[in-house]
């Protein structure tokens, strides 16, 4: 068999492939799991990456190349359409896409021989990801992964979609891959002249929408977020909590938003839909009930059946919504679920070094979920006299609920009882542990550790556990010492390689954590760390025309468009995060130029906001921080610890519009180059004192506790 066109760079993937195919045929599947020492059928270029998304791939017979310059001149060079595939490794259907159609050799026979082929991992290139989801969106209102799309050399569009089944007919599709492959590929061939019409014309609405943001002469108004707030007042799901509607995402609800506007207004709504949502989630089968945290989503409305994948993000941001509830409300289970959803992360998600892996799997043996339900029997052999009140509590039956087998879910919470079947948790918690685990993404990224030391800060903070906060600071230390290249943060780290010059997800999250540590540990490294960040934000991020930040650098490679982030979804945007950090950032140093970048950022998204506040839930976080006068808190102590009672009334108060800082009465003048506030603030008669001001001025100085909570109300 003759060598295939464009396989000159992998002969021996084409070989492996043409042998293949000459002895055992198109329905040939090549196993991509290898016992030790046994050779793999397939080897592609991606071998050579550290993602686990695209080392899951680099044992497909087609011939992927990664995201590069290489494969856009081999694109040129034989004038051939580009195939560009985009997921991440914990993705289900991306799972089911590569068994169905990257592992079949038919299919991958006919990608080499027309194709040039490109796999992304969209978590460590958001950019990719954004220019070309637009485009998904673009032409079906909606998208997802495994995200499919049809290019040309230079990188434009000209269809796209996610998954596809492999061949017409497959789960009831009329068009199959293979002959959307073939059909695309004709018209690539046949008819350039629409193609080239199509991808500009495509390219066009993707720069369009990628560069949103308008200049406005003023910053949005309180409206926007009593809209935001009436939308999911009307939209709550009184029954279940979260919105009516299936599937369900913890990020459906803005519970911190609806924290807040309860704390401003009053509104006893907004605090029912925050807490009811918390609350059923909690119950349901989405919280994993044996080993705490959350898996990514509900199929159903009632919080029980999960998408079985684990986030980062999702814990971390869902731990600091829940320390928030329990400042609120003072209820024992918020904060035992913060408390859970911590553990979690750091006995399965912390890598030796401190820092957090990605996510784990939806799947494992090849099922869906399988790692994490239960038989009645299993559970009765398991706790023995203890199994009737385990299965009364967590809704065991015979029948199962997800097919004959069972998800833990919380019928009627109830604290007492929950602490009292502690023992049997344990039991079963051990008995899983010893079960095939799912896949765990393990490199790490620098946006979502951000949100995990913020997690780990403000649960500490709020909670009083020391180790928490010591988690966080290792953490931190991670990133800041492990991911840098030529001075820039960078993206992700795997296998002892930092890659990918940071987003400015990346930039924000981090910021954003670091200024959490600081408030709850007040050591200083962590604070200058976050200015420096910031202004390097400002300096190579900025949209200096318009306000607000893109996400790449300055100098970041070429691409279809520069994307200027105006969306918070099932992860807020860099936009928001980094809007809320210039304005946090200003309280604490009083510098000018922090309060005018968020403003401008606040005033390019304005006409967005009056538009679709409900798409920017996170920014209006900072529009409540931006509208309000936040307290300035600065706690002075002699050269010992902060008494644990001024740290208590922090922990129980909620106080969302506000910044801390904090030192020994020793450290006064060094806090003050960071903090002019902090200047001559004296510990009282020798005594933990507590300053609360309002843009400079200060209430009395108090010495006592009770006192310090009154001002902080």
């Known amino acids: 068999m003759a060598t295939p066109p464009g396989a000159e760079h992998s002969s021996e993937l084409t070989a492996e492939l043409e042998r293949a195919l000459a002895t055992k045929g198109a329905d040939y599947k090549p196993r991509t799991e290898h016992k030790d020492g046994e050779r793999p059928h397939f080897t592609n270029r991606l071998i050579l990456e550290t993602s686990p998304y695209l080392l899951q791939h680099a044992h497909n017979p087609v011939n992927w190349f990664a995201w590069g310059k290489e494969a856009f001149d081999e694109a040129k060079r034989l004038n051939r359409p580009i195939l560009l595939s985009v997921g991440y490794a914990t993705c289900h259907w991306c799972h089911v896409m590569e068994h169905e159609s990257f592992e079949d050799v038919e299919i991958a026979r006919f990608m080499n021989e027309h194709y040039v082929c490109i796999k992304v991992d969209r978590e460590e290139r958001p950019d990719v990801d954004a220019i070309y989801m637009s485009a998904v969106q673009a032409l079906h209102g909606s998208g997802g992964w495994p995200m499919t799309v049809w290019l040309d050399a230079q990188q434009r569009p000209f269809f796209a979609g996610t998954y596809f089944p492999a061949r017409d007919g497959n789960r009831g599709t009329r068009h199959g891959f293979l002959t959307m492959l073939r059909e695309l590929y004709n018209l690539f061939v046949n008819d350039p002249n629409r193609v080239a019409e199509a991808a500009q014309s495509l390219a066009d609405a993707v720069k369009s929408d990628l560069a949103e943001g308008g200049v406005s002469s003023a910053l949005p108004d309180g409206r926007v977020i009593q809209a935001a707030v009436d939308y999911f007042e009307r939209a709550f799901d009184p029954v279940h909590g979260g919105t009516q509607r299936a599937p369900k995402f913890p990020s459906n609800i803005p519970v911190r938003l609806m924290l807040r506007h309860h704390a401003r207004t009053g509104d006893e709504k907004a605090l029912h839909v925050a807490t009811f949502t918390l609350e059923k989630m909690a119950a349901g089968g989405m919280h994993d009930q044996l080993g705490g945290g959350f898996h990514r989503y509900s ?415």
Request: glycine share 6%; charged share 30%; hydrophobic share 45%.
């Open 299 to 713: 199929t159903d409305r009632e919080w029980l059946v999960p998408h079985f994948e684990k986030m980062l993000y999702d814990n971390a941001m869902l731990a600091v919504a829940y320390a928030e509830a329990h400042q609120v409300t003072g209820r024992a289970d918020f904060a035992r679920v913060t408390r859970t959803t911590l553990d979690y992360l750091l006995a399965e998600m912390r890598s030796p070094e401190g820092a957090f892996y990605s996510a784990t799997d939806a799947d494992s043996e090849g099922e869906e979920g399988l790692f994490f339900v239960w038989t009645l029997d299993e559970i009765r052999s398991a706790l023995g006299p203890d199994a009737d009140r385990f299965t009364r509590f967590y809704g065991v039956t015979k029948d199962g609920n997800f097919e004959d087998r069972n998800i833990l879910f919380v019928g009627k919470p109830d604290e007492a009882e929950w602490m009292a079947l502690e023992s049997a948790r344990r039991t079963l918690y051990a008995i899983r542990a010893k079960r095939e685990p799912p896949l765990r993404d393990d490199k790490i990224l620098a946006a979502w550790n951000g949100l995990a030391i913020s997690a780990f800060a403000v649960g500490g903070r709020v909670l009083s556990e020391p180790r928490y906060l010591e988690a966080a600071s290792r953490a931190a230390d991670f990133v800041l010492q492990k991911m840098r290249g030529n001075g820039r943060l960078m993206r992700s780290f795997k296998d002892g390689r930092a890659r990918h010059e940071g987003y400015l997800d990346d930039y924000a999250f981090v910021t954003a954590g670091l200024i959490d540590l600081y408030e709850s540990t007040f050591d200083r490294r962590w604070l200058s760390e976050a200015i420096a960040l910031s202004d390097e934000v400002d300096a190579h991020f900025a949209d200096k025309e318009r306000g607000a930040w893109f996400l790449t650098r300055d100098d970041h490679e070429a691409l279809l468009a520069r994307e200027k982030p105006n969306h918070d979804g099932a992860e807020p945007s860099g936009t928001s995060v980094q809007t809320m950090n210039a304005l946090r950032l200003a309280e604490l140093t009083q510098q000018p130029r922090f309060r005018e970048s968020a403003e401008r950022a606040l005033a390019c998204f304005a006409p967005a906001l009056s538009e679709r506040s409900i798409a920017l839930t996170e920014m209006l976080l900072a529009l409540e921080f931006a509208r309000a006068t936040p307290k300035e808190i600065v706690l002075v102590w002699p050269d010992a610890e902060l008494p644990n009672a001024f740290a208590d009334a922090l922990a129980k108060t909620f106080v969302p519009a506000r910044v801390i800082a904090g030192c020994r009465q020793s450290e006064v003048d060094e806090l003050a180059k960071l903090v002019p506030l902090a200047g001559e603030k004296v510990a009282q008669n020798g005594h933990a004192t507590a300053y609360v001001c309002e843009r400079g001025a200060c209430k009395l100085p108090v010495t006592d506790a009770s006192a310090f909570i009154q001002q902080l109300k």
